[in-house]
Every structure is written in structure tokens, then in C-alpha cells.
């Protein structure tokens, strides 16, 4: 996501964190959560379900903001997210890449 | 929430279909939905203006199907319930009158017969509706429906309806007529502590997780628990089973439908009542029911005085059939007759019940008035000979 | 994570695994009993051994219910005391799954059933879920009377635009032109706008989402099950097996990004701007949000008066 300027309080604000669960045989494969996670902390999973269905996987867990947009969009009750203790605010944080978290 | 107040004791000169209203209340019955149908609507006017005084409600709906649903969810709220129709209307009703008996929901359903098909003759009296209320709604089930013949019995049956409903757990039919509903006669309204009441069981134990609430009792009736008690039930019109969940299987199947009609054949004996006249060592018995059973009166009454042994089997409750009662007097008897306003409907179950042992007589007619008592008459003497 | 998974699904579960190891110290700030114990949390409101539900890949029908069950714990109703009742359809099997008090009716009854429940016993709350076909048109005559009399409930009606149960027929709903089993050469009627006639006909609340919306969803629901009187959400919803194949919509998500990038947020339009037309921009938004006596207490002030008249 891009701002087009920074917020002024943005070094003070804390940015909630969020622990994806996947009840993966309940997963029908949609991609709903993949495509609608604002923080595309999700992919599509190479493995199968009992069902035959490829369920998401969490790529990037340390994105996850707790928005719970996932746990909304899922029409099958097969993910859900539960917020942690919110983080730091990001300026006290090592810069952030995009491996973190990755596989 | 009824009170004895609300009953109206005492001796009144009304007609069938006000009787029929106040056989409603002092059942308990505190919620009507209907929609206005000659010759009916005299059950609906008298509710509109009694059920606000006495805490019940009464709504018009926009037509029958409505009003056949809405009593079924206003049963599920906890309050007997009940609507009143006629031909047109109870055609309309057959569909949900069919979730009523799936899902075993009490709820009483007056129709006021008129002449058919169809728009036919709605100021005037027909009884043609008596296999229709057997087999109109689509599947098998069994079905429970009283034929009053007066206003009294208009009272009384509607009374006895809601018990019955409330007992077995299913929508229990009145079949009048357009000449008893709108009858004025003497109707003796009981004092309200001298009135029986059957209420619907209620679960023995308060909501738990496995609470099951289509798991019968030996009497094959489920207690039953009202929406808004915790209870948490599915209720559905699809196959179903004990946790009320759908099921789509034959064996569902089999196990929900066969409790469904064995619940009413196992108690028969408890639902089943004829009024008899002069039965014993009849020649002839004529086998009427609401209007016709009095018309019938009057060619009883001529053929006993030409020396015919003649008496009267008048059926009060249609469904379930008198099968043993009628099989124990066709061994008996040279005939049956059976004058009924319709070309033929209960003479079938007359004849399949006496069964080759004596001769069954239809005095068909197909409504507009009542039979006259001479063509009665022929058929009595005409069996008899 | 579940009980019952199997090595293959550990296996995939790796990277998750690891973070549930690495979390299991913290404080959960809601809901701590499912992170315990791998529960979703609307679990205990589904009915038990129900889930999967029957609903195809990529239908939004499961969405709604998520909505719903979110939504009404957000109103903050009693939830024994609620009431949910559905007719026949796709959307008529939601009844089934939610492990409150729950009524699947015939097609296009469900507003007369859940008229009489709701004025038999006043102290229900009462949400009828239904689909276009079951409300708009078996059941239409239902509908328009229900709001005019204002009974106080809540109406979710999921549009998919077609019989999805029945193999995907021509609904009162279908755009012109869309291609079903019974519109072959495409549809030539003109469909029905939904808020408009629920609306005209005297509903107080009359919103319409998508399926995407989800959080104005759950939001809307809340609103409209706290607010008297007859309420109505119209929720569009893809139905990707049996509208949008024939109709070359796409899957499942191809009509979520559509939703994305074709629908109009515009709250407080006279709904009857807010047509529709086959993939054609949709407009969204709180239509209507007014108060009115509601049925229950007119009907109370005429006992009252009826009571008063007799003595």
C-alpha cells in the first residue's frame, strides 16, 4: 500500500498483529482470503485437503495486522485470525523487508 | 394468558361459525390468521373482535397460504393458533397444512364447505372437501378431521380440535359445512373450569447441547419446545431426524413418515368418535356426517315407521375412519347407506371396510342444498328389500 | 488447527506451526478459548457436525451467513430469543446451519411463518434469510405485504440473479440479456429492483451490499436488527456454478474482483436509481433508514382500545 504522504502520528501509532488460524479441511479453495488480505499475507497452497481442494497457506505471518477481512470473506469458516498484543510502533522496529516472514 | 373470563359460559343462540370462534377461545386459542372467503368469514369477524379484548391477536393475511403459515410460526411462538377457510382456500392451504404435519406443529384449520370446483357455489353447502382434507396435501401422512353438524358440535369440535392438535401434534382440520356454519342454534358454552384442556408437552429437561427435539415419546409425539426458549431446534419441512436436521436418505425417510402416520393409527381409539342411533339389530345403517347426518334423520325416521330396521352410524371424527367399527357392522347388516353432498367420497371407505359383506348405497349429490330426505329414503327401503 | 489432521497437513502447515510455537506465550486479546483449542469463532453458532455446508466453490451464500452470525452478536440481542426463518432455495438452506432457534418453511413462506412467530411472541427477534426467487417471487405477495405492515424484522435477501438450487432457472431478478436454463437466448424480462420495491411497499430500512462488503455487511446487519420495523438487506452474491458460467462471469473471485471494482458506494439514494444490468456497475449503500409505528405496537394500542370500548 502507498501513501501518498506519511500520517504525522504514524511513529506513534501501534500496528495490532494478528496469528492466521486454517481449518484446512473445511477449505473449499475459493481464494477468497489470498486475493482480499490486504497485507497478502496468505498464498494459495501447493499441497491438497482431504477434499481435494488447495487451501491457503500463511507466507508472510509477521504482515498479518489482525484486520480479520480473511476470517469475513471466508465463505467456508475455514480461517480465522486472533489478534496478539499490538506491536511497537514501527519507528522503535527494524526496518521492514519483504522476506520477513517469507518462505 | 387465558383467563376463565374469556370464555363465554352460559347458553347463546349463534351461529356454526361463531360457535366455532368461541369453541376456539375456550380452547385457548389466542392467535388467528385468515383471509375473508364465503362461507367462512363469520369465523374471522367474530375472532377480529374478540381476540384484541382478551390479549390474543388477530391479523388478516394476504391470502390462504399466508394464513396456513402463519399459524404454523405462531404455534412455534407458544400460542394455539388456528385460521378459517373454505374451498378455494383450503386448496391453497394443502401445501403448508403438509409442513404443519411435518414439522408436528399444532394448529386447528376450519374449512366451511362450500360447492366446487373451483369458485363453484360459495353461498351455498357442499362436502366435498372430505378427501381432499384426507389426501390433499402432497406424501403420506395421516391426517385428524372432526364434521360437526350443528352449531353446537361446531363449539364442541373446534374445542375438542386445538386438544387434539396440541396432543398429537399436527394441524387438526374442522370439516363443516355452509348450512352448520351459518345455522343459529342454542349453543351451551360450559363453565370454564368444567372445560378440559390438552396442552403440548414440554421438554422434561432445560436446552442442552444434545437436546433432540423430534425424539418421540411412547406415544410416538415428540414434547415440544416454543421458539425463544433456549432451546436452539431446527425445524425444517425437508426429511428430517430427531435433531430435526435434514436428512436425505430412504431410511430417514422411512423412519420420519412411519412415525408420522403411526402416531395417529397407534392412538385411533383415543381420536376416533361416532355418535350411534339404533345400531343394534338394524337391517340398514346409514353412515352421514355434518349436514347430511341430519338431513338423514328425517328418511331414518320415515323408513322406521314402514317397519325398516333402520339406525345411523353419524361419523364425528372422519379421519382417522371407523375401520373396525363399520367392519363389525357390515357383518352385521343387509347395507349401508351413505348420503353424502359430493358424487361419491366417504362411500369408499364405507365400502372398502365392509368389504363384500353387505351392500353399500351412495345417495350422491353435488351440493347447492341438502339431499332430499325422499331420495334417502328410496335408498334405505331399496337395501332393505 | 483442527483435531484429525493428518501428516499431509501438518506438512503445508509448517510455516503456521512454527508461529503458533512462537506466540503460545502471549495474550490472546479476544477469544482465547478457540485459539485453544483450534475452533473458528462462530463455531458455537453453527450447528454441530453441519459444516461443510453444501454450497459450491466460490459462492458467496457462506459469506452471508458469516455476516449474519457476526452481525447479530454485534446487535447485541439475546441470542435464545432469536429467531431465524427461511424458505426454500440455496439461501433457504442458512436456517440449517445456525444453531439458534431456526425455521426452514416452504418456498416463499417464510415471511407469513415468521410473521405469526413474531407476533405470537413479541419478545423474539426475527430474521428471515431467503433468496430473491423465494422472496420476489413465489413468495413476492408475502413480501410487499409484510413491509407495508411494518412487522418488526429483519429480511436478508441474497440476489444471485437466478434458481441456483434448481440448476440455475430465469429469476424475477435476472438481468435482460443473462443467459440461464430457461432464458437460453437471454433473458427478455425485466427483473425486479429490489430495494425499490421493498422500499415502495414501506420497508424503514433498506440498505444493499455485496458480498465483498463484508464488514458494511456485518455492520448493516447490526444496525437493521436493532432497528424497529421492517428492515431489508438485499446482498448481492455471486453464483459462479450456475449464473456466471453461462453468463461467462468467471469463477467465484473473479466476481469478488468485479464486485471490487464495479460497485458504487452511494448511502441515502432513492433506490430506485439503483438498478441493475449484467455486470454493470452496481450501486451499494443505506438506501433508506426511517422510523415508522411498527406493527406490534399498533396492534397493542388498538387492544388497548378495544379493550377500553367493551367495559
Known amino acids: 500500500m502507498k501513501y501518498w504522504r506519511e500520517p504525522l502520528d504514524r511513529g506513534r501509532c501501534e500496528v495490532p498483529k494478528g496469528k492466521v488460524t486454517i481449518i484446512d479441511k473445511r477449505c473449499k479453495g475459493c481464494r477468497f482470503c489470498v486475493e482480499f488480505c490486504p497485507r497478502k499475507v496468505l498464498e494459495v497452497s501447493k499441497g491438497f485437503n482431504e477434499k481435494g481442494y488447495h487451501p491457503p497457506e500463511i507466507a508472510r505471518p509477521d504482515d498479518c495486522i489482525a484486520c480479520g477481512f480473511c476470517e469475513l470473506v471466508c465463505p467456508d469458516f475455514a480461517i480465522f485470525v486472533d489478534q496478539q498484543a499490538s506491536c511497537p510502533p514501527p519507528a522503535a522496529k527494524a526496518p521492514k523487508t519483504q522476506e520477513v516472514g517469507a518462505h | ?385 | 488447527m483442527t483435531e484429525g489432521h493428518d501428516e499431509h497437513d501438518l506438512q503445508h502447515h509448517n510455516g503456521s506451526s512454527s508461529v503458533h510455537r512462537d506466540r503460545s506465550g502471549t495474550v490472546a486479546l479476544h477469544e482465547r478459548h478457540h485459539r485453544e483449542t483450534g475452533e473458528h469463532p462462530l463455531d458455537h453458532l453453527l450447528r454441530p457436525g453441519r459444516i461443510p455446508h453444501i454450497w459450491c466453490t466460490g459462492c458467496g451464500l457462506g459469506v452471508v451467513l458469516t455476516a449474519y452470525l457476526n452481525g447479530i452478536q454485534k446487535a447485541g440481542v439475546d441470542l435464545d430469543k432469536v429467531a431465524i426463518v427461511s424458505g426454500i432455495g440455496c439461501t433457504g438452506r442458512i436456517a440449517g446451519y445456525i444453531n439458534l432457534d431456526s425455521f426452514h418453511t416452504t418456498h416463499g413462506r417464510a415471511l407469513p411463518f415468521a410473521t405469526g412467530l413474531k407476533l405470537a411472541n413479541p419478545e423474539l427477534k426475527v430474521s428471515v434469510i431467503s433468496g430473491d426467487g423465494d422472496l420476489f417471487a413465489i413468495g413476492g405477495n408475502h413480501l410487499i405485504h409484510a413491509a407495508r405492515r411494518n412487522v418488526d424484522m429483519l429480511v436478508l435477501c441474497v440476489n444471485n440473479f437466478n434458481y441456483g438450487m434448481t440448476g440455475g432457472q430465469v429469476a424475477p431478478t435476472t438481468p435482460v440479456t443473462a443467459r440461464t436454463q430457461t432464458s437460453p437466448y437471454g433473458c427478455w424480462e425485466h427483473p425486479f429492483n429490489l430495494p425499490y420495491v421493498a422500499a415502495a411497499s414501506g420497508a424503514v430500512y433498506v440498505a444493499r451490499w455485496t458480498v465483498l462488503h463484508a464488514r458494511r455487511l456485518v455492520e448493516s446487519v447490526a444496525e437493521a436488527v436493532r432497528h424497529p420495523g421492517f428492515s431489508f438487506i438485499e446482498v448481492i452474491s455471486q453464483c459462479p456454478t450456475n449464473f456466471d458460467r453461462p453468463n461467462k462471469g468467471g469463477e467465484g473471485i473473479d466476481l469478488m474482483h468485479f464486485y471490487e471494482k464495479k460497485t458504487v458506494v452511494k448511502n441515502g439514494i432513492d433506490p430506485k436509481e439503483a438498478d441493475i444490468g449484467l455486470y454493470t456497475p452496481i450501486v451499494c449503500g443505506k438506501f433508506v433508514d426511517q422510523s415508522k409505528p411498527t406493527y406490534d405496537s399498533c396492534y397493542t394500542n388498538m387492544c388497548t382500545m378495544a379493550r377500553g370500548g367493551k367495559k
Open chain 2, 1 to 385: 394468558m387465558s383467563r376463565a373470563s374469556d370464555v363465554l359460559s352460559g347458553e347463546h343462540f349463534i351461529n356454526g361459525n361463531t360457535a366455532s370462534a368461541e369453541g376456539a377461545i375456550a380452547a385457548g386459542c389466542r392467535f388467528f390468521a385468515g383471509y375473508p372467503i364465503t362461507p367462512s368469514t363469520e369465523v374471522a369477524e367474530r375472532m377480529s373482535r374478540r381476540l384484541p379484548q382478551i390479549g390474543g391477536t388477530f391479523i388478516q393475511m394476504e391470502d390462504e397460504l399466508a394464513s396456513m403459515c402463519a399459524i404454523l410460526g405462531a404455534s412455534w411462538g407458544g400460542v394455539k393458533s388456528m385460521t378459517a377457510t373454505s374451498g378455494p382456500g383450503f386448496s391453497l392451504m394443502m401445501e403448508n397444512f403438509g409442513l404443519g404435519v411435518m414439522t408436528e406443529t399444532p394448529s386447528v384449520i376450519v374449512n366451511v364447505m362450500r360447492g366446487g370446483p373451483s369458485t363453484g357455489l360459495p353461498t351455498l353447502a357442499a362436502q366435498a372437501d372430505v378427501m381432499q382434507a384426507r389426501w390433499g396435501t402432497h406424501g403420506s401422512c395421516d391426517v385428524i378431521a372432526l364434521a360437526p353438524s350443528s352449531p353446537q358440535e361446531m363449539f364442541d369440535f373446534t374445542l375438542r380440535a386445538f386438544n387434539l392438535s396440541e396432543r398429537y401434534r399436527l394441524p387438526v382440520m374442522v370439516l363443516s359445512d355452509e348450512i352448520v356454519g351459518h345455522m343459529t342454534e342454542k349453543v351451551v358454552i360450559p363453565p370454564a373450569e368444567g372445560i378440559e384442556l390438552f396442552d403440548r408437552r414440554k421438554p422434561s429437561e432445560p436446552p442442552s447441547e444434545g437436546y433432540l427435539p423430534f425424539e418421540p415419546g411412547p406415544d410416538l409425539v415428540p414434547p415440544m419446545a416454543n421458539a425463544g426458549e433456549g432451546y436452539h431446534m431446527h425445524v425444517t419441512g425437508l426429511t428430517h431426524d430427531e435433531r430435526g436436521y435434514p436428512i436425505i436418505t430412504a431410511a430417514a425417510q422411512t423412519k420420519l413418515v412411519r412415525r408420522l402416520c403411526e402416531k395417529i393409527r397407534q392412538n385411533s381409539r383415543d381420536i376416533i368418535a361416532c355418535t350411534e342411533m339404533e345400531t343394534d339389530g338394524a337391517e340398514v345403517v346409514v353412515v352421514s356426517y355434518g349436514i347430511s347426518a341430519r338431513t338423514s334423520w328425517k328418511a331414518i325416521r320415515a323408513a322406521q315407521r314402514g317397519g325398516v330396521k333402520v339406525g345411523q352410524l353419524k361419523l364425528d371424527t372422519l379421519w382417522p375412519f371407523p375401520e373396525e367399527r363399520v367392519r363389525a357392522l357390515a357383518g352385521k347388516v343387509r347395507g349401508f347407506v351413505v348420503p353424502e353432498l359430493n358424487m361419491g367420497q366417504m362411500v369408499y371407505e364405507v365400502e372398502r371396510c365392509a368389504a363384500g359383506q353387505c351392500r353399500t348405497r351412495l345417495v350422491p349429490h353435488p351440493g347447492g342444498e341438502t339431499h332430499d330426505p325422499a331420495d334417502i329414503l328410496a335408498a334405505i327401503r331399496e337395501v332393505a328389500a
